[in-house]
């Protein structure tokens, strides 16, 4: 792979560039060149999670653990979709809710169909899904 750095020019309106300025400061980038490339890799997570390329993510989840048909059918899920989980933190939140925390890595639409199982369980009071490369 070719790592050299490349220059090239780019023309953006000027209300376009300001707010671009802006949003580089808002994110903690150092200059125009590692924004653009963040935002470059961004786009390219979003497609292969879109055409069921490799991704790894979390999904996040929060329950009320007294309710024992939400932690059996979010373990039966879990079990079904092992060969994409990589591992699962359980944290207590307070006494009645607690947090679950799925790491994944997998083909974008395997990953899915897991949030989208796991978040439909009855008694999950939220669920997220964050994705990012899977390292290639």
Do not use: W
């Not at 390219?44 to 932690?71: I, M, N, Q, W």
Request: glycine share 10%; hydrophobic share 40%.
């Amino acid at each position: 792979m070719n790592n050299k750095l490349v220059r090239f020019g780019v023309s953006l309106e000027g209300e376009l560039l300001r707010r671009f300025d802006a949003f580089i400061g808002a994110e903690g980038y150092d200059n125009r060149s590692q924004a653009i490339a963040g935002l470059i890799r961004k786009e390219f997570v979003s497609d292969s999670f879109a055409h069921g390329g490799p991704v790894a993510g979390a999904v996040t989840l929060v329950y009320d653990h007294h309710k024992r048909e939400v932690v059996n059918k979010l373990m039966d899920i879990q079990h079904d979709h092992g060969g994409i989980i990589i591992s699962s933190q359980h944290v207590h939140l307070d006494h009645d809710n607690c947090l679950e925390i799925v790491a994944v890595k997998g083909p974008g639409a395997k990953v899915k169909a897991l949030a989208d199982a796991l978040k439909s369980v009855k008694g999950v009071k939220h669920a997220t899904l964050s994705v990012t490369c899977s390292g290639k």
